[in-house]
């Protein structure tokens, strides 16, 4: 007997990427560029976030609303909170532009990557070099822009 593997109708597939491995990318050995790191969506919500990180969804729409403005003054005047492993941590806004914002809380800098759909955020622990984690935040971005 002759069983037909497919049929005449039409298929469809579609797969799940993983967003955690980006994570993995920046905060994972041997070089990490981040300490804690994530990917929101441009709605603010988490796509992948390492284990005891997260920055409210409001917290995200501010962020965004700067870099879309070009206009750091909101995020200057009140900060940028985030919560770490250990608890809730206020950075002050040290830089905002259209496609990054940088803030700084004790020995962490936090930084925000924009791209075209999603947001990555990583921090910068002590002993890290914030401006590793920006361009390797910035190239993910535009990894994922061309790929998304």
Same mark, same amino acid.
């Given at each position: ?29 041997p ?35 700067? =870099?879309?403005?070009?206009?750091? &003054?909101?995020? *200057?005047?009140? !900060?940028?909170?985030? @919560?770490?492993?250990? %608890? +809730? ?29 999603? =947001?990555i955020?990583?921090?910068? &622990?002590?002993? *890290?070099?914030p !401006?590793?984690?920006? @361009?390797?935040?910035? %190239? +993910? ?8």
């Amino acid at each position: 007997l002759f069983f037909p593997l497919f049929s005449s109708k039409s298929f469809s597939f579609s797969f799940v990427m993983s967003w955690d491995s980006y994570v993995t990318n920046l905060t994972g050995a041997p070089n990490p560029a981040a300490t804690v790191a994530g990917i929101f969506g441009a709605d603010g919500n988490p796509w992948a976030v390492s284990p005891g990180f997260s920055v409210a969804v409001d917290m995200m729409n501010t962020v965004r609303k700067a =870099m879309d403005n070009n206009d750091g &003054g909101p995020l *200057m005047a009140s !900060g940028i909170k985030a @919560t770490l492993p250990g %608890g +809730l941590k206020k950075f002050f806004c040290l830089r905002a532009e259209e496609d990054r914002v940088l803030g700084k809380g004790g020995d962490d800098t936090i930084v925000f990557c924009k791209g075209k759909s999603f =947001m990555i955020v990583g921090v910068a &622990g002590s002993g *890290m070099q914030p !401006g590793n984690l920006v @361009t390797r935040a910035m %190239g +993910l971005v535009e990894y994922l822009n061309t790929t998304m």
